[in-house]
Nanobody, 121 residues
Framework: QVQVVESGGGLVQAGDSLRLSCAAS????????MGWFRQAPGKEREFVAA????????YYADSVKGRFAISGDNPKNTIYLQMNSLKPEDTAIYYC??????????????WGRGTQVTVSS
């Protein structure tokens, strides 16, 4: 089993920055990718960003390109999501996702419990 734990959410104003962290622990042997999804009230969960085990291939939703940056710390099995120029529409619960081998928005193996990000106007 793999445990995935997010941290770093909070309440900020529009235009501010916030950094989320996600750490994977347990049986994390082998190649894996990690990423972020978010779910706003009344909406479906959507993909935000991801990085594979090489820490080279990174993927972003169009809505966050140029504002968010994902990075990984392989020895720590931790990823970070640097969110800049936040907008009220970024308000959501952000979930960390763990997937064995390469990244895909489907076939997620483990999920975190989520961390709330609220952006006030």
């Amino acid at each position: 089993q793999v445990q995935v734990v997010e941290s770093g959410g909070g309440l900020v104003q529009a235009g501010d920055s916030l950094r989320l962290s996600c750490a994977a622990s347990g049986r994390t042997f082998g190649s894996f990718s990690m990423g972020w999804f978010r779910q706003a009230p009344g909406k479906e969960r959507e993909f935000v960003a991801a990085v594979d085990w090489t820490n080279v291939n990174r993927y972003y939703a169009d809505s966050v390109k140029g504002r968010f940056a994902i990075s990984g710390d392989n020895p720590k099995n931790t990823i970070y999501l640097q969110m800049n120029s936040l907008k009220p529409e970024d308000t959501a619960i952000y979930y960390c996702a763990f997937r064995w081998v390469g990244w895909s928005e489907t076939g997620i193996n483990f999920w975190g419990r989520g961390t709330q990000v609220t952006v006030s106007s």
